[in-house]
C-alpha cells in the first residue's frame, strides 16, 4: 500500500496530551524498573534489611510480599515501556496491591506514607493524562 491508497487505514493524529502520556507511561516503566530491582536487591541481600528483616528471616507475609512485588514490578515496567495495556493493568494492581498493604494491612505491614503517597499522586496524574488523551481525541 501507499500513502495515496484510499484504503490504506489512518491513524489518528496525536496530540499533545497523547505525548504527554506516553512520555509519562514510559517515566512510570523506569521507576517501576527501580522498585522491582529494589525487591530483588533486599531478596539477594545486597540492600540493607528493609522493614521485614533480612529476606532469609522474613515473616511469611513479608516473604510473600517481597517476591509477589519483585516478579509484578518488573514485568509491569516492561509492560508499560513497550506500552502495552497489560502494563498498564499490572501497574494500577502494583500500585493499589502496595496502597493495600500499607493502609489496609497496616498492623501487619506498617505505615508507608511516602510509598501510599507516590502511588496515589502517580494514579491520579495518570487518570488526569488519560482524560485528557480522551478528550482532546472527542473534538
Partial sequence: MTSKD?????APPRTRADILLDQYVVALSVVMLLFGLRQWA????????????????????????TV????????AAVGLWLRVAGG???W???ALFE??????????????VAVVGFHLA???V????????WRQHRN
Avoid at 533486599?42 to 510473600?64: K, R, T, Y
Avoid at 509477589?68 to 514485568?75: F, P, S, T, W
Avoid at 496502597?99 to 508507608?112: S, W
Fill in 6 to 10: 484510499v484504503m490504506a487505514p489512518q
Fill in 42 to 65: 533486599i531478596i539477594l541481600g545486597a540492600l540493607p534489611p528493609g522493614p521485614g528483616g533480612p529476606f532469609d528471616q522474613m515473616s511469611e507475609p513479608w516473604f510473600v510480599v
Fill in 68 to 75: 509477589h512485588m519483585a516478579v509484578v514490578d518488573l514485568i
Fill in 88 to 90: 498498564k493493568v499490572l
Fill in 92 to 94: 494500577i494492581y502494583s
Fill in 99 to 112: 496502597v493495600a498493604l500499607h493502609t489496609i494491612f497496616v498492623r501487619t505491614f506498617g505505615p508507608d
Fill in 122 to 124: 502517580t494514579l491520579v
Fill in 126 to 133: 495518570f487518570v488526569a493524562l488519560t482524560i485528557l488523551a
